[in-house]
């Protein structure tokens, strides 16, 4: 028997740079993609595995998970039950205000599955309070706070890693600034290395190892993240897939729940 699968997002009014996804997963695996944003998670039932970078992780029942903001991953079930989880989306400044520590923003310490019940607890009832019908409240944002708070002890100082500490190879980066520019625009493999001034297999392969993802994915990575501030700000989701290069509504659709768990449509309506 296949067990049934929902998802459920929360961006909650007058708190800006958090979001929370609440969702049990069987079939569904999210391909190799990326969040602007910290991700911090708990485990409530089954198992989940990814990758991240070059690893392997598996994150079963009552155990957590953090991912730094950029941080390549997927996703997908781990036993035949699936996985049930929920998902604390914390964009970096706010990481680095509530962090309280001068200099550099924090990075994640070098654990990325563990078990705190502390933190745990204080995710349940900052998911609790933003499943609740008093978004804006107070209580809401103190109860975020408070997970933020317990996340503390998991972050240390210093500058994010990028491409798993690697010296950035120059051709790379000009490829990935082509790529930001035109997020919007068909740009050829040709084109890309071009610029880059590397054959294709190069770019590729090099491409490939500074950012965990390919070049595609990269751009689409790109185009899902602006889809989701348009559809936050309002515009039907058919107008954003036109603005974000998307083929057409459900093309969008089908990248946009690869990536984010839910349709740009229920996406839209969260709060």
């Not at 054959?199 to 689409?220: D, K, W």
């Not at 501030?229 to 989701?237: N, R, S």
């Not at 058919?238 to 229920?266: E, M």
Request: charged share 25%.
């Amino acid at each position: 028997m296949t067990l049934p699968e929902h998802s459920t997002y929360f961006r909650p009014k007058g708190l800006d740079g958090i979001e929370a996804l609440h969702a049990r997963f069987v079939r569904h695996a999210y391909r190799p993609h990326s969040h602007p944003t910290w991700t911090v998670a708990v485990v409530e039932r089954g198992a989940a595995r990814f990758d991240l970078d070059a690893t392997k992780q598996r994150a079963s029942e009552g155990e957590l998970f953090v991912l730094e903001p950029d941080a390549v991953h997927t996703g997908m079930a781990a036993v035949p039950e699936g996985w049930a989880y929920k998902v604390l989306y914390i964009e970096p400044q706010l990481v680095h205000d509530w962090d309280e520590r001068d200099g550099a923003s924090p990075r994640a310490a070098r654990w990325v599955v563990f078990r705190d019940r502390e933190l745990r607890d204080a995710l349940e009832r900052a998911h609790a309070a933003l499943a609740s019908d008093s978004s804006g409240d107070l209580a809401v944002e103190e109860a975020v706070l408070a997970a933020v708070a317990a996340l503390r002890p998991h972050l240390r100082p210093g500058p994010p890693a990028r491409g798993r500490d690697r010296a950035e190879h120059a051709a790379v980066r000009r490829a990935r600034h082509h790529l930001r520019e035109r997020w919007d625009q068909r740009v050829t493999l040709a084109e890309l290395a071009a610029v880059a001034g590397l054959s294709r297999f190069e770019l590729v392969r090099r491409f490939g190892e500074q950012n965990g993802v390919s070049p595609h994915a990269f751009q689409t990575n790109l185009r899902v993240d602006r889809a989701r501030a348009l559809l936050a700000a309002g515009h039907a989701p058919a107008a954003v897939a036109a603005a974000c290069g998307f083929a057409d509504q459900p093309h969008l659709t089908r990248v946009f729940k690869r990536a984010v768990g839910v349709s740009p449509g229920r996406y839209a309506r969260a709060q």
